[in-house]
């Protein structure tokens, strides 16, 4: 199923209801601007050796994806939102289900020379996904919950963004490194990752305004520099924070803290509920 075939052609598609499935990989927007509404209904892709979905991943491009409501989108191979051309896709409601390939971000193959990029704004549904794989453009997480394996960083030359702001991203595996991104940002809606009952660690960065809820009853351990300053508050399970400084709210769960190397001298905060307490570290210890 391909939208705008041929140069400078419209091609629009909606599913509001029903069941459609597709033999094979489903394009939108190859050489001119495709657009697909996906508002009830399920709607499976089929599969070749271009994966299930492919969003503006062409020349003539943009191509625009939008799934909201009740509406359910299987992808039984990887999905690329960008690539040879812009490619934007918009989740504001219903499921998606991306059993395999993973959701490639602005589809960068090694020597390819593509140069489109790709967005993807959530601002409600959910999506589960094998992987969400970061290699040129952004994805937006404002709303609604990413279930996946690890946000993942695939090109030598990625240039992936993902920004948390309101959103949850909840882990469905043990991961030792959960988020690898090339820029994280938390912005002031906040970063709510929910570890179920999983252990995971995020070794990259978080910077921004904003602030961190931990949620699940497994462990979410932050490791190396982290300079986002908003608030860190633990409402389920273990956060273990193996890094030189920080501060959490840790009430009612367990703030378990490492010093992996020497901690600044002076006093570090603690926010245990409505109290709150410090202790003092030297660079010789606690």
């Known amino acids: 199923m391909t939208l705008a075939d041929s140069a400078n052609s ?31 209904g399920t709607f499976t892709a089929g599969t070749d050796e271009l994966g299930s979905f492919r969003i503006g991943d062409y020349l003539g491009g943009p191509g625009t994806m939008t799934l909201s409501g009740t509406g359910e989108v299987n992808a039984p191979n990887y999905t690329a939102v960008g690539g040879w051309g812009n490619g934007t896709l918009n989740i504001t409601g219903g499921t998606w289900n991306q059993a395999a390939g993973g959701i490639v971000v602005g589809d960068h193959p090694e020597g390819a020379g593509f140069t489109g990029r790709g967005d993807i704004n959530q601002s409600g549904g959910t999506v589960n996904a094998d992987a969400v794989l970061l290699q040129q453009g952004t994805y937006n997480l404002n709303g609604g919950t990413l279930v996946t394996e690890a946000v993942a960083d695939t090109s030598s030359g990625a240039t992936g963004v993902f920004n948390m702001n309101g959103g949850t991203l909840r882990a469905r595996v043990n991961q030792a490194d959960f988020i690898q991104a090339d820029t994280v940002e938390i912005k002031s809606g906040g970063a ?11 070794n990259k960065g978080m910077s921004g305004s904003g602030g961190l809820t931990k949620k699940g009853s497994g462990m979410l351990k932050l490791v190396g520099v982290h300079t986002y300053t908003g608030s860190t508050t633990v409402q389920e399970g273990t956060l273990r924070i193996e890094a030189a400084n920080f501060t959490a709210d840790a009430t009612p769960s367990a703030l378990d803290v490492v010093f992996t190397s020497a901690p600044a001298d002076g006093q570090l905060a603690i926010f245990p509920g409505s109290g709150k307490a410090t202790f003092t570290t030297t660079s010789t210890g606690v």
């Open 10 to 40: 419209v091609g629009t598609a909606e599913l509001s209801g029903g069941t459609l499935n597709v033999a094979k990989t489903t394009v939108v927007g190859r050489l001119g601007s495709g657009t697909l509404n996906v508002s009830g």
């Open 192 to 202: 709510i990752i929910d570890t179920a009952d999983k252990e995971v660690s995020i």
